[in-house]
């Protein structure tokens, strides 16, 4: 709601324009051009496209990439969603007026009540939400967000056309749930100047003729801006493919401020190719997750010109999750943050460079920006994008090598801020990467051209592989169990169709294929508890003397084949499973949106916690707040795991046998309630199974007998009964005299 209504009235009011003073004839050179918002793709399911994306005029950059499928959705946001409309105050009249409707959205689906075709289109003015007024793009948004995805929304609208004049229309519409942005405008903190942080895939001219940029330049500044200024904008058809299309002349008199004789035009060009490689069986297509992107450098003078671009990437990628998801590095001890920038050259490993890496740079050597190929060479690159927890964007350099041209080569890659860093958390800091092309000589007539696809979609194995990209999920530690984990998982949710079953099914399968190990842990713990009495005597008889205890108590577990060592040895070889399946549910998209049960808010997402009240209002921020120990909600799941945990200490750990004994299940006890913060916020997949295991091991251990035979005397413990006799040694004398009384008559 916040991105809809504060940055785009402020883009729609405020248009930036050439700088006039360093245009010496504007009006002969270039007409002013119009803001516009132009899509592609759709927002409907059953369109075949994996989403909407909204570009601006506004330095041609892509605003937003929202996801069609239904399976990403904003899980933060409740309210019911019609479409982002990029609303600014209607001139001359109450409402607001609409700037931008994509196709599949639910305003593109409004039905009118009057008899109209079509649903909301672009100039439409909103005057009234449910019979309430409105007059601003905030007033609107209030009046939305009273609304639940899923139900019915009344608008009164104005529309304005050249045939009818002034019509009065009445609009119903559909809402949904707010759809996924992998990409949107980041909403600026209230501090700030801008209304918003830089928008995507913004370009740049970096050197033309012999004129460079300073090191702390983004574009040369005695020419137009084509970062903040306004591109000709439209969409073309090319062999039956729709194509937004940016274009940015330069003229004579632009280009003689920097004294370079001639005139060039920069084009971007946005589309989505259709898919080539589509699953027969399913009819969709694992590389359905990208939009192509090609920029283009044209000489329209009589000589050659040195040219060289420069390219930002994508901004403002989710912030889903970032009070309790953990993201792994692939260094062992590395720690990544909410967003990360990833890269590759090709030859080259996988690596990552972090949201703390790039903020350490920026403030230990003044310098936003960090290279990822210092020592590139004859390097070239890959990819390069920004990470997130579950979802990603990437470009893909030089997918489509057409024989017989030169390979990409940039002089440089960084990984660079966009925004100040984030108060609320620092990893939650908006990066982005920038490339630096190599100079290329642009002859007339021969333009010089590059394409590139952009991946903007979900981290799941199967669609990140088609990309070349599954190295963008890391496991960590003990990848190979965490992989089986989830291809059980998996294999479970595809017979019973829930992940909730399947990860209780998956937990007595790993349960089971531990029994006998666990069977050995606890007759170790039953016999353990078996011998405390015996332990305690000991102490007694030796109450000063530590190595003759520690003698004795040696000698008894000899005697009955007791090994205080193996029952450590189950939990060393649970520690791989248990941090592997931890990995799994972490790093599993799948689980992303799966309630634990169907049409209950309680648990809706399994990669989440099961967040079953809101309780910040009323507790300190310390503990409750998002960067809280505990974070927003009261999370029931976690308190059932610890009390089960509790339950298993109360009901099977022996009595202490001294103080110190004492004092250390005092800890442990203590212990647990550190272990309720620590796992406090763990997603609700993984309480499921620390719940099932929990209750396995209770089980585990109630299957033993109940009444175990008593332990056999030993040498020690007859000592203890002699020492402790007293006057009995009479009784004892007259025993061992009538025992030699029937020697003798034997004998005889």
């Not at 280009?255 to 027969?280: N, T």
């Not at 590395?334 to 903020?359: E, L, P």
């Not at 080569?409 to 108060?423: K, Q």
């Amino acid at each position: 709601a916040e991105n809809d209504s504060g940055a785009d009235a402020v883009l729609a009011e405020t248009e930036p324009q050439p700088n006039v003073e360093a245009v010496a004839a504007p009006e002969q050179e270039r007409a002013p051009a119009e803001l516009q918002r132009l899509t592609i793709g759709s927002l409907d399911p059953a369109s075949g496209y994996p989403g909407l994306i909204t570009c601006i005029s506004h330095g041609a950059a892509v605003e937003r990439v929202e996801m069609s499928d239904p399976k990403y959705r904003d899980l933060e946001d409740k309210s019911a969603y019609i479409g982002h409309l990029a609303l600014d105050t209607a001139p001359q009249m109450q409402g607001v007026r609409v700037n931008v409707v994509g196709d599949g959205t639910p305003a593109a689906k409004a039905t009118a009540t009057s008899g109209v075709s079509g649903g909301l289109r672009v100039g439409d003015i909103i005057t009234k939400v449910g019979g309430e007024p409105v007059s601003t793009p905030a007033a609107f948004h209030q009046l939305r967000e009273k609304y639940k995805f899923g139900e019915t929304i009344e608008l009164a609208v104005t529309r304005i056309t050249q045939a009818s004049g002034k019509q009065s229309l009445s609009f119903t519409i559909q809402s949904i749930q707010r759809p996924l942005e992998v990409i949107r405008p980041e909403p600026s903190q209230p501090d700030e100047e801008n209304p918003q942080h830089q928008l995507s895939y913004l370009l740049s001219l970096r050197q033309i003729g012999h004129r460079r940029t300073e090191f702390d330049q983004d574009e040369l500044p005695e020419l137009p801006s084509l970062r903040d200024g306004i591109w000709y904008s439209n969409v073309v058809e090319v062999d039956g493919i729709t194509k937004i299309e940016f274009r940015f002349p330069l003229g004579r008199a632009d280009l003689e401020i920097i004294g370079v004789a001639g005139s060039i035009e920069i084009v971007k060009r946005f589309w989505f190719e259709p898919a080539a490689d589509v699953d027969e069986s399913s009819g969709q297509s694992s590389r359905n997750y990208h939009f192509d992107f090609e920029i283009e450098l044209v000489n329209k003078g009589q000589n050659p010109i040195e040219l060289a671009y420069r390219l930002d990437g994508p901004t403002g990628l989710p912030l889903e999750g970032w009070w309790y998801s953990y993201k792994t590095h692939p260094k062992k001890w590395g720690s990544a943050g909410v967003r990360d920038v990833v890269w590759r050259a090709q030859g080259d490993k996988h690596q990552m460079f972090t949201n703390a890496s790039i903020r350490k740079e920026a403030k230990d050597k003044d310098n936003p920006e960090k290279d990822l190929l210092p020592d590139q060479g004859n390097k070239l690159l890959q990819y390069v994008g920004v990470d997130a927890q579950y979802f990603n964007s990437t470009l893909l350099a030089d997918p489509l090598q057409v024989a017989g041209t030169p390979p990409y080569r940039f002089e440089r890659v960084v990984a660079r801020l966009v925004a100040p860093v984030d108060a609320l958390r620092a990893t939650r800091t908006d990066i982005t990467f920038r490339l630096d092309s190599s100079v290329q000589q642009v002859h007339p007539g021969d333009p010089f051209r590059q394409h590139f696809q952009i991946f903007a979609g979900p981290k799941k194995t199967s669609v990140l592989t088609a990309y070349d990209l599954e190295e963008c999920i890391v496991y960590g530690w003990f990848k190979w169990p965490a992989q089986l984990m989830g291809k059980l998982l998996h294999f479970f949710y595809g017979i019973v169709g829930s992940y909730g079953i399947a990860i209780i099914l998956l937990t007595v399968v790993v349960r089971a294929c531990m029994f006998p190990i666990g069977r050995q842990q606890a007759m170790n713990a039953r016999k353990m508890q078996e011998l405390t009495p015996e332990i305690k005597k000991i102490k007694e008889k030796f109450p000063k003397d530590t190595q003759k205890q520690t003698a004795a108590q040696q000698e008894l577990f000899r005697k009955h084949k007791y090994n205080p060592v193996a029952g450590c040895l189950p939990m060393f070889l649970q520690l791989p499973i248990f941090i592997g399946l931890y990995r799994a549910l972490s790093v599993d998209i799948e689980l992303r949106q799966t309630p634990l049960i169907p049409g209950v808010d309680w648990c809706s997402n399994l990669a989440a916690p099961d967040m079953l009240y809101r309780w910040d209002s009323f507790l300190p921020q310390m503990l409750a707040g998002y960067t809280g120990w505990l974070g927003p909600y009261l999370n029931l799941l976690p308190l059932i795991s610890t009390g089960l945990f509790l339950v298993h200490q109360h009901m099977f750990t022996p009595p202490p046998t001294d103080e110190q004994q004492e004092m250390q299940q005092r800890v442990m006890k203590f212990m647990m309630i550190i272990m309720v913060v620590i796992f406090f916020k763990v997603p609700a997949g993984l309480c499921l199974y620390f719940i099932t295991s929990s209750l396995w091991a209770l089980a585990e251990r109630k299957m033993l007998p109940n009444k175990p035979t008593a332990p056999e005397q030993t040498p020690v413990s007859l000592a203890s009964k002699t020492a402790t006799a007293g006057g009995s040694n009479s009784s004892n004398g007259s025993a061992a005299a009538k025992k030699k009384s029937r020697r003798k008559k034997n004998r005889k």
